[in-house]
């Protein structure tokens, strides 16, 4: 009791002189007080957030099997890069570049797979890739500009150029002849579509305008084309359904031999094609020529420009005529017309070509390329 005493004796000084302090002062104290609270709570609070955010998208910090599975949500992949499962979708850890690098992310990513030990090869599936030098006006100048060394970082490859030299290829990369384009099976019979147009020709809008130079008009090779339509349509006397060429004079030029639409999704392209005879593909820059497997899986033939960088290798006397430029396009035309209704570039393609027989083929790739990583596997396939 006497120290509680001598405490309260000793505090009355300092009692008399806080009494002569104005109140503003002590409402001013406390609120300095509680902003200088609030802001240490909140610096404790945003600290652990970032700390949390830093450990969900931090890779070291997820187990591989979890990061790899992770690629089966679209926010978690990226362009250039292809991703796999085996027959029973599960996510293998071995990824692909399928084209050059758009911007300084994607070159992270690659080093990010590989700290990550995910296998990588590449694909020979956009335009001149990795050759750089072929690349046009109408890519970006990062693309151009870039000298990350494609060939010499990456070893293993689906490489579908007869002169892999040309494109930058050298005897210390293991290549085999597999594009994505392969990786297709034939269509069932129940559905066929009536006939309506002799030919379809796909190459997607650019512009109002309809450049030339477009990144459309440039890879589907418009300026051949439009060199051929009066030959088609005007002397062979053929209908054509123009798929993305809208606002280039083309319904006024043909008239009634020639119906123009805009993009179409994807199904209803496919219909578009059940519909056609013929698949007209002037293309050059042009390495996995995706539509080309998806008409012959439907039966329908190819006349497809000899020039074309990959893609001829599915050209025979059974699936179409390559030609390459107006001049020659008559001889082509006319022999593919003349066979049109005995052959069956489906029946070819079966035996040829499938998922079947494709993922087989890639497993067995690359089981060779990386040892041990897929021996109980027997076919892998594209995430879509």
């Known amino acids: 009791m006497s120290s509680a005493k001598t405490f309260m004796k000793q505090m009355k000084p300092l009692t008399k002189i806080i009494s002569t302090i104005p109140s503003w002062i002590f409402g001013l104290l406390l609120v300095v007080c509680c902003i200088l609270l609030f802001i240490y709570i909140r610096n404790i609070y945003h600290k652990g957030y970032r700390e949390g955010i830093e450990n969900q998208t931090q890779p070291d910090t997820i187990d591989k099997d979890t990061y790899i599975q992770g690629f089966l949500k679209k926010e978690n992949r990226m362009f250039p890069f292809r991703y796999f499962t085996d027959k029973n979708g599960k996510v293998l850890p071995v990824v692909a570049v399928t084209g050059f690098f758009r911007e300084e992310a994607a070159?992270?990513?690659?080093?990010?797979?590989?700290?990550?030990?995910?296998?990588?090869?590449?694909?020979?599936?956009?335009?001149?890739?990795?050759?750089?030098?072929?690349?046009?006006?109408?890519?970006?100048?990062?693309?151009?500009?870039?000298?990350?060394?494609?060939?010499?970082?990456?070893?293993?490859?689906?490489?579908?150029?007869?002169?892999?030299?040309?494109?930058?290829?050298?005897?210390?990369?293991?290549?085999?002849?597999?594009?994505?384009?392969?990786?297709?099976?034939?269509?069932?019979?129940?559905?066929?579509?009536?006939?309506?147009?002799?030919?379809?020709?796909?190459?997607?809008?650019?512009?109002?305008?309809?450049?030339?130079?477009?990144?459309?008009?440039?890879?589907?090779?418009?300026?051949?084309?439009?060199?051929?339509?009066?030959?088609?349509?005007?002397?062979?006397?053929?209908?054509?359904?123009?798929?993305?060429?809208?606002?280039?004079?083309?319904?006024?030029?043909?008239?009634?031999?020639?119906?123009?639409?805009?993009?179409?999704?994807?199904?209803?392209?496919?219909?578009?094609?059940?519909?056609?005879?013929?698949?007209?593909?002037?293309?050059?820059?042009?390495?996995?020529?995706?539509?080309?497997?998806?008409?012959i899986t439907k039966n329908l033939p190819v006349l497809m420009n000899r020039n074309i960088l990959c893609g001829s290798k599915y050209i025979t006397y059974e699936t179409g005529e390559l030609f390459s430029d107006e001049v020659n396009l008559r001889p082509a035309l006319t022999?593919?017309?003349?066979?049109?209704?005995?052959?069956?570039?489906?029946?070819?393609?079966?035996?040829?070509?499938?998922?079947?027989?494709?993922?087989?083929?890639?497993?067995?790739?690359?089981?060779?390329?990386?040892?041990g990583e897929f021996d109980k596997i027997t076919h892998i396939k594209f995430i879509l």
């Open 107 to 295: 070159k992270e990513k690659y080093n990010e797979y590989k700290k990550r030990g995910i296998h990588i090869f590449g694909i020979t599936a956009y335009k001149s890739f990795p050759n750089r030098q072929m690349l046009d006006s109408s890519e970006g100048e990062y693309e151009r500009n870039d000298t990350f060394d494609y060939t010499n970082e990456i070893k293993d490859w689906l490489c579908c150029f007869k002169d892999k030299t040309h494109y930058g290829f050298t005897s210390k990369n293991n290549t085999i002849d597999i594009s994505e384009s392969d990786f297709y099976t034939s269509e069932e019979d129940n559905l066929k579509k009536e006939k309506k147009y002799d030919f379809i020709y796909i190459c997607n809008k650019d512009s109002d305008t309809c450049p030339l130079n477009g990144w459309n008009a440039i890879n589907r090779n418009f300026d051949l084309a439009m060199k051929c339509f009066p030959i088609m349509c005007n002397e062979y006397k053929l209908k054509g359904l123009i798929v993305g060429r809208v606002g280039c004079g083309l319904e006024e030029k043909y008239g009634d031999k020639m119906e123009v639409v805009d993009w179409l999704d994807w199904h209803i392209l496919q219909d578009k094609m059940r519909e056609s005879r013929i698949l007209f593909v002037p293309n050059i820059y042009d390495a996995s020529p995706r539509v080309v497997a998806e008409s």
């Open 335 to 371: 022999q593919l017309l003349d066979r049109i209704d005995k052959i069956s570039p489906k029946k070819w393609w079966s035996e040829n070509y499938s998922q079947e027989k494709s993922q087989k083929k890639l497993c067995n790739f690359l089981k060779g390329a990386f040892p």
